[in-house]
Every structure is written in structure tokens, then in C-alpha cells.
């Protein structure tokens, strides 16, 4: 298993963002986390991350418990911003690769290039759709192995958005895999394998794709609707 979880929980001082979850994310599949805002969604991620510490429970990338050597194969992109606005997006991609040993210059260019961006662009002047999309490319030029992206979709145009998911199709392959958080169910439907479905940080179902929509007589969408009806 790439990626396990066992009876995770983490609390802050009067909340308890994630209760007990157990997941197991195996290589070469693309997964959803889904649950409506507060559900602990962006919580598990950080704990992936090694970014949040677990109030309890277990965490551990291939055995062995989430540190140093996991955030070189694990590439967490975030909600909160990541650059300082005085950089290009030229700056961003040195940034990037004085941190990350694994980031591929050529493949940022090529996805900056993908996503419309220009490289003398000053990171402070995008729109928030452009911003979001220079993050995911900064995010995807890592040659990781588990991409972890949180709210990849959120304030994007319709158009922007399948740009986004071809892409994140492009750098899916039997190696690596892929958990993307979101509500935004119906963009994600036709691309995942598993679907996690979260509610007040505890797994209410999980399970292929293919198989929960066999199971339950309907598509991923509906039962995202039923669950957090
Ligand atoms: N640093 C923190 N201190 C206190 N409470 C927190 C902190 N971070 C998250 N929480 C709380 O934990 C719960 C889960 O938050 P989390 O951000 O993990 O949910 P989410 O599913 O990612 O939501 P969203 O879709 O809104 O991003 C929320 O109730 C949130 O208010």
C-alpha cells in the first residue's frame, strides 16, 4: 500500500477535524476525496503531507511513518497560496526547483505553456482562475509519486477546468497516484477510479468507483447528493 491510514484523528483545541479514519490509497489509481467545507478533507491531507501532526492513529507512506523521506515522493498542493507575489511565474519555477529534487524545469514549461500562463507574468497580477492554475502546474512539474491537490477546481472557468483535468490525466500513470479534494463531484466523476466519501472527519463510504455506482444503482454525483443531503 502507497499511502495508509489507520484509526487517524486529529483534534484542535475544541474540535475534532478528523475522527477515525482508515484509508488505504494504492499506486496507479486516481482517488476523490469528497464531503461538503469542514468535513476534514484538507486536515488528512496535511497529515499525508507530514505538514499537520495526527492527535492519535497512524499515518504511513510504503510502512514507514510519514517524514522526511515521504515529502520527497509526496507533492501537496494547497489551498492557501504558495508564492510571494513579487515572483513571475519564470521565479516561481526556480523556487520550486531550489526546493523540490524531484522538479522537472521542461515539464513546467510545457504545462505553463498548456495552461495559457506566460512566463514573465508576475504571480501578483493573475486572476484567481490563472493563479490557481500556475499552482497546479507548479504542483504537477514535481516527477512525484502521490500528488495530493486540494480544491484543484474552485473558482475556475468551465473551460479552464477540463484543461486542468486533462492534465492531471497526463501525469496519472501506473507509478504514481493521484487525490484530488473536492466538491465539485460532476468535474471529477468521470475521471476517478475510488471515491472517499468524508462526512465530519469520518469515512461514510469508500470504494471504486465502478463498483459503488453498480452497488447503489447510481452514478457518484447522486450518491453525493444522498450522503450530504
Ligand atoms: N488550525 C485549525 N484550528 C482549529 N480548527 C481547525 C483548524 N483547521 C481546521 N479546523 C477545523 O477542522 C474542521 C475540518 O476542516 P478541514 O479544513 O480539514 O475541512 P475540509 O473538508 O477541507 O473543508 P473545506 O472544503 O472547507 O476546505 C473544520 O471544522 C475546521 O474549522
Known amino acids: 500500500m502507497m499511502l495508509e491510514s489507520k484509526n487517524l484523528v486529529k483534534k484542535y483545541m475544541t474540535k475534532t477535524a478528523v475522527k477515525n479514519i482508515s484509508l488505504s490509497i494504492e499506486r496507479g489509481r486516481i482517488y476523490a476525496i469528497l464531503g461538503p467545507n469542514g468535513s476534514g478533507k484538507t486536515t488528512f491531507m496535511k497529515m499525508a503531507a507530514g505538514l499537520v501532526k495526527p492527535t492519535n492513529g497512524t499515518i504511513t507512506y510504503e510502512g514507514l511513518p510519514i517524514g522526511i523521506e515521504s515529502k520527497e515522493k509526496v507533492a501537496y498542493m494547497s489551498t492557501e497560496p504558495f508564492f510571494y507575489s513579487y515572483m513571475t511565474i519564470a521565479d516561481v519555477g526556480k523556487y520550486y526547483q531550489d526546493f523540490f529534487k524531484d522538479f522537472d524545469m521542461a515539464r513546467y514549461e510545457d504545462l505553463i505553456q498548456k495552461m495559457d500562463l506566460n512566463m ?3 504571480a501578483k497580477t493573475l486572476s484567481s482562475g490563472l493563479a490557481a492554475k500556475l499552482k497546479i502546474a507548479a504542483t504537477l512539474a514535481r516527477k512525484a509519486e502521490l500528488y495530493m491537490l486540494d480544491e484543484p477546481l474552485n473558482g475556475i472557468d468551465i ?22 479534494s473536492s466538491h465539485l463531484v460532476d468535474e471529477l466523476e468521470k475521471i476517478i477510479d475510488h471515491a472517499v466519501f468524508i462526512k465530519t472527519g469520518e469515512v ?26
Open 120 to 122: 514573465k507574468d508576475k
Open 159 to 180: 473551460i479552464a477546468r477540463e484543461k486542468i483535468i486533462n492534465t492531471i490525466l497526463e501525469v496519472a500513470n501506473d507509478n504514481t497516484s493521484i487525490l484530488i
Open 204 to 229: 461514510v463510504l469508500v470504494g471504486d468507483a465502478d463498483r459503488l455506482r453498480e452497488e447503489h444503482g447510481k452514478s457518484i454525483v447522486d450518491l453525493y447528493k444522498e450522503i450530504y443531503a
